[in-house]
Nanobody, 122 residues
Framework: VQLQASGGGLVQAGGSLRLSCAAS????????MAWYRQGPGKQRELVAD???????SYADHVKGRCTISRDNARDTVYLQMNSLKPEDTAVYYC?????????????????WGQGTLVTVSS
């Protein structure tokens, strides 16, 4: 089971980006999905998360500017980011709580994507 993130890049302040993260492998089900970020010299922090049923929560620093969504049929989570600021510059990581099948066994694991770099210029 793995997560593949995409959509990062260089954008000017005030611009928008949409991040995507697709899960693949022997997936039985996915519970919570989320986006985290880690800025230069900072610890990783939660940006937003979404339950399988679609309930969402956001960190204060992105409320009103970001929208997290998911497509359960595609095992994919998205993060639409608007009104980007230079302080949003970070590597963005997707996370998923995945129940996977490994041979005859089922196992629930915290899975992380490889990170996608978002750079916001002033």
């Amino acid at each position: 089971v793995q997560l593949q993130a995409s959509g990062g890049g260089l954008v000017q302040a005030g611009g928008s980006l949409r991040l995507s993260c697709a899960a693949s492998g022997s997936i039985v089900s996915i519970d919570d999905m989320a986006w985290y970020r880690q800025g230069p010299g900072k610890q990783r922090e939660l940006v937003a998360d979404i339950t399988r049923g679609g309930s969402t929560s956001y960190a204060d620093h992105v409320k009103g500017r970001c929208t997290i969504s998911r497509d359960n049929a595609r095992d994919t989570v998205y993060l639409q980011m608007n009104s980007l600021k230079p302080e949003d510059t970070a590597v963005y990581y997707c996370y998923a709580d995945i129940l996977g099948r490994f041979g005859v066994n089922l196992s629930r694991n915290d899975c992380w994507g490889q990170g996608t770099l978002v750079t916001v210029s002033s």
